[in-house]
């Protein structure tokens, strides 16, 4: 077996004998540390009975990993640059399908078909950073079958995602993640492991599908509206915010008469609330809403 990319002299021969640039546009910082490959993989719990997405190979460092972990890896890179490389340093695993497309654009519901008959795929990436909420938030609204994703984020995006009410990092992003997963962060990770040095630190965040949500809610979409509209004023009260949203159709009175409802005081603000009391005054708006058509 040929030596692997995760021992930084071989990533850069690799990079010298193809002439590869860095795309700052594209996110591309590769992993270089062995150790921080194989706490992604065991955090993200591969067995060979799992099919694999991979989001973004680069040079096929994590590739390599997920190869020797899993039954089949597809790995889905946005620039064309890398695939010549891909081909080389992945040619000794025959369970690996490169893709050169935009994860944003790839119909994955037809992949997930494919590839896994339909059944929970799991998803492992150090992401481009540029990118990671659209990526993560595609995944779940995609309703594609996922039962985890383990990916590489900056940092600070990682506590989002775990923070819960009344901290600074809790937001739209919490309550998103944690309406469809249960957060945990497997490892901090410095900028020395990844070349180039990110000028962010970063880390692994695992995320757990539920089998169902952690909450009932007659309407999503207004529940994340309500959401979103919250936290797009965070230094408003939820009443000055939600009555201000240009996607909501509801005025001070009905969100007062709404409060009340719920004994909620009118200087509640959003980041004081629960997932699960969103998704109470979504039921109640939604009631009111109906009541008045
Ligand atoms: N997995 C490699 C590693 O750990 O060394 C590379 C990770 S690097 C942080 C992010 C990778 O995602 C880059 O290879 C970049 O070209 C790719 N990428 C960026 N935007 C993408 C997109 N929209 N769709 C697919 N891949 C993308």
């Not at 591969?46 to 390599?64: A, C, N, R, S, Y």
């Not at 944003?104 to 992949?111: C, G």
């Not at 962010?200 to 089998?211: C, D, F, N, P, R």
Request: hydrophobic share 40%; with cysteine; proline share 6%.
């Amino acid at each position: 077996m040929t030596e692997k990319l995760s021992n930084p002299k071989k990533t850069i021969e690799v990079i010298q004998k193809h002439g590869f640039d860095f795309q700052k546009k594209f996110g591309q910082n590769f992993l270089i540390d062995p150790h921080v490959l194989d706490k992604i993989i065991a955090a993200a719990g591969i067995t060979k009975d799992d099919f694999v997405l991979e989001i973004g190979p680069g040079i096929g460092t994590m590739t390599q990993y997920l190869a020797e972990a899993a039954r089949e890896v597809t790995a889905v890179e946005i620039d064309r640059n890398l695939i010549p490389i891909l081909e080389e340093t992945l040619a000794e695993y025959d369970n690996v399908t490169v893709i050169n497309q935009d994860i944003l654009k790839l119909d994955l519901e037809a992949l997930s078909q494919e590839k896994n008959g339909g059944r929970p795929i799991k998803v492992v990436a150090n992401l481009p950073y540029y990118i990671t909420t659209p990526i993560i938030m595609g995944l779940y609204e995609s309703h594609v079958p996922v039962s985890s994703i383990t990916v590489m984020v900056q940092k600070e995006v990682a506590q989002r995602m775990q923070a819960g009410p009344g901290s600074k990092d809790y937001g739209a992003l919490s309550l998103a993640v944690q309406y469809y997963a249960s957060p945990y962060i497997a490892a901090n990770v410095p900028p020395n492991c990844f070349m180039p040095r990110p000028n962010v630190g970063s880390a692994v965040i695992h995320l757990e599908s539920y089998q169902n949500p952690p909450v009932s809610v007659k309407d999503e979409k207004l529940m994340f509206a309500l959401i979103r509209a919250s936290f797009n004023q965070r230094r408003k009260t939820l009443l000055n915010g939600l009555k201000n949203a240009s996607d909501l159709p509801f005025g001070k009175e009905k969100l007062m008469e709404t409060f009340t409802k719920l004994g909620w005081k009118e200087t509640v603000r959003g980041e004081q609330l629960t997932l699960e009391q969103f998704a109470q005054l979504s039921d109640a708006l939604t009631e009111r809403h109906r009541a008045s058509c």
